[in-house]
């Protein structure tokens, strides 16, 4: 017989379930036929001999019920209705097949099958949406690329290769008459002949580039790259450092040194660039503590 | 068992005192050792005595892990000593023999070993010249029309893509960015060539970073898929300078040779406008190196006829093209003009496409 209460009793609360998911503050029912999805009293389909679900195949809604006649026979147990896809129709259909059934189970059939055809209806509207393809990436297959870009990059000489490129058109002309540089190869060739003509050019060249902007650093340096000027502020700000320090020093100790120590450090920013040719060296000064004076006590 | 004796003797000392003299596995190996001693005749004697190896002895024979490296390590030494040795003397025959010495070996690199690539492009080919002359880009190489660039993403951008696209659209005048918000491409190029742009061009995104290039040439040009990598933004750049100006730069390409090589070369060209201002001194560099495009974007400056200096401003990246499709987007039905695979390319690893 179906004693449902006793089946309650014992799978919902005190033995094991198989359907049942405990989690901290809930439990589910992993029953398929189970309308809510939460492990209740109402909700259980073993535990209720009349009970009632909507389920969804391919697309299309089906009312399954069970009645506590056919308890006996598993293969006949659910009664499964085919239901209309018109959501209005649908709803009826389930009202007539669950007439004169508790109020609860049909709220949840119908509460049920309005989130089935909500989220059918979405399904078709994102599959005309655009899809995102996924494409997998192979691990080893990536390292690989990056590493041989990584090759490429150092074959490349990028600086180098743009340079060269720049100074070919310049030869060609393709600049016109904007940086007026002698002509290399003319220059080479009359070399000897052509010196006052040279002369002439370069007062043209200081001529010409009153106007324009150009890049140019304190003091001589051999101009290898741009790149040389952060540095040189970066040795110019270090100095500075250095001399805030030495003033600190100065005040606390009151050395005689400090002029020097100063007039030392004061030349370094003139001596930059010059400095960078030598190699970096560390100037390192000698602070010597005169012994304090002793203090007389007064008697 | 005088060849087994002979061996034993001169076998290695090592330096340590720990290790004995080692027992040889010789013993399984003495058939070998036989024919073996013939053979390896002269390399004995280039070894010196302390350490010569018996000719027949491989490292890995020894089943002690700290001997065994030990004796690899002196193994390796030697060979050292030897290349250093052959060094020298070659120095010195070159120098004995001042100008009639040979002239210096190239090194052989990857670009030197190149497979020859049947579609390189040959400067005065005819068919070459006809077919550029015929095909998309020539409305733009003729003059007949003006680039003007529209830039987006795939959809929802994070911030650095966001700020690539800002960025890309400052380097190249005439360049728009729009959101996408969900539009499909296959909608977004009508319009585009109903208002008269000449390039879309779609930045992919994956993971909160770009990933991928989408260049498309509007009114019916191909369409070429790229793969993005090595971004970096301007602020990421070490010394760079100021923002660029609007000024259009000037386009340099590098090493596009093949066929397929020369079309891309072409797109990239058509990105920019015709005639750079050289007033601003700006150069956007697309450089190909084995198949991975280098874009730079630089500022110049001209020291005097034999320097220029170059500062970096401006986003970097690296390209590597995976499809070229004849015609506007269309991944299901285009016809593809040439697609990347990659086991092409894996048999030779000197063989490549651009």
């Known amino acids: 017989m179906q004693h449902d209460d006793v089946i309650w009793d014992v799978i919902g609360n005190r033995a094991f379930c198989s359907f049942k998911v405990k989690t901290k503050v809930q439990n589910f029912c992993r029953n398929e036929y189970n309308i809510t999805g939460l492990c209740n009293r109402s909700s259980c389909p073993l535990a209720n001999s009349q009970y009632a679900t909507i389920r969804e195949e391919k697309g299309q809604c089906f009312l399954y019920m069970k009645v506590i006649e056919r308890a006996a026979f598993p293969a006949r147990m659910w009664e499964k209705v085919k239901l209309s896809k018109n959501y209005e129709k649908a709803l009826e259909q389930i009202d007539q097949n669950l007439i004169y059934w508790p109020r609860f189970i049909r709220h949840k059939c119908k509460q049920r099958f309005t989130k089935i055809t909500q989220y059918l209806i979405r399904i078709r509207k994102l599959t005309l949406k655009r899809q995102r393809k996924l494409v997998p990436l192979s691990r080893k297959v990536e390292a690989r690329e990056k590493r041989k870009e990584e090759k490429a990059l150092i074959a490349a000489q990028l600086d180098n290769a743009i340079e060269k490129e720049l100074l070919e058109r310049l030869k060609q002309g393709t600049y016109g008459d904007i940086y007026n540089f002698p002509i290399h190869a003319f220059d080479k060739a009359l070399e000897h002949q052509d010196e006052e003509s040279e002369t002439d050019s370069e007062e043209e060249e200081d001529d010409e580039d009153v106007g324009k902007k150009e890049f140019v650093a304190e003091d001589e340096i051999e101009e290898s790259d741009l790149s040389d000027f952060e540095d040189m502020d970066n040795l110019k700000a270090g100095s500075d450092e250095h001399e805030e320090s030495s003033e600190e020093d100065e005040s606390e100790e009151e050395m005689e040194e400090e002029p020097e120590a100063s007039g030392s450090k004061g030349k370094m920013p003139l001596k930059g660039a010059v400095f960078r040719k030598k190699r970096a060296y560390v100037e390192i000064e000698y602070e010597q503590e005169m012994e304090p004076v002793p203090k007389s006590k007064a008697t | ?298 500022r110049y400056i001209f020291k005097n006829e034999k320097r220029v200096g170059i500062q970096e401003l401006g986003p970097r990246f690296t390209l590597k093209l995976r499809s070229l499709q004849k015609g506007t987007f269309d991944s299901k039905f285009g016809e593809y003009e040439w697609v990347l695979k990659r086991h092409e390319n894996d048999v030779c690893r000197r063989r490549f496409n651009l």
């Open chain 2, 1 to 298: 068992m005088d060849v087994v004796e002979e061996h034993d003797i001169q076998d290695k000392p090592t330096k340590k005192k720990t290790k004995k003299p080692k027992k040889q596995p010789k013993p399984p190996h003495e058939n070998g050792n036989d024919s073996m001693i013939e053979k390896t005749e002269p390399e004995h004697v280039d070894a010196p005595a302390e350490f010569s190896f018996p000719p027949t002895f491989s490292v890995s024979e020894i089943k002690n892990k700290q001997r065994r490296h030990l004796m690899f390590m002196k193994l390796k030494q030697e060979k050292r000593k030897q290349k250093v040795a052959m060094k020298k003397k070659k120095k010195k025959e070159r120098d004995a023999l001042g100008d009639k010495a040979p002239p210096k070996e190239v090194p052989k690199t990857i670009e030197n070993q190149r497979v020859y690539d049947e579609t390189t492009v040959n400067p005065e080919d005819e068919e070459v010249a006809f077919d550029e002359g015929t095909d998309e880009f020539s409305a733009y190489f003729n003059r007949l029309t003006n680039p003007k660039v529209l830039i987006t993403t795939s959809d929802r951008p994070r911030g650095r893509t966001v700020r690539f696209c800002n960025q890309l659209a400052t380097v190249i005048p005439d360049a728009h960015v729009y959101y996408r918000r969900g539009l499909a491409l296959k909608k977004v190029i009508p319009q585009c060539i109903a208002r008269g742009f000449t390039y879309l061009m779609v930045i992919n995104e994956d993971r909160k970073v770009p990933n991928g290039m989408v260049l498309c040439h509007l009114p019916d040009g191909p369409t070429a898929h790229f793969k993005v990598s090595s971004v970096r933004l301007r602020k990421e750049m070490k010394r760079r300078g100021k923002d660029p100006t609007e000024h259009s730069p000037e386009v340099i390409l590098n090493n596009f040779t093949t066929r397929l090589g020369h079309s891309m070369g072409r797109l990239f060209a058509a990105l920019f406008p015709h005639d750079p201002q050289f007033v601003g001194r700006q150069v956007a560099t697309f450089h190909n190196q084995r198949d991975f495009i280098f874009f730079r974007f630089h």
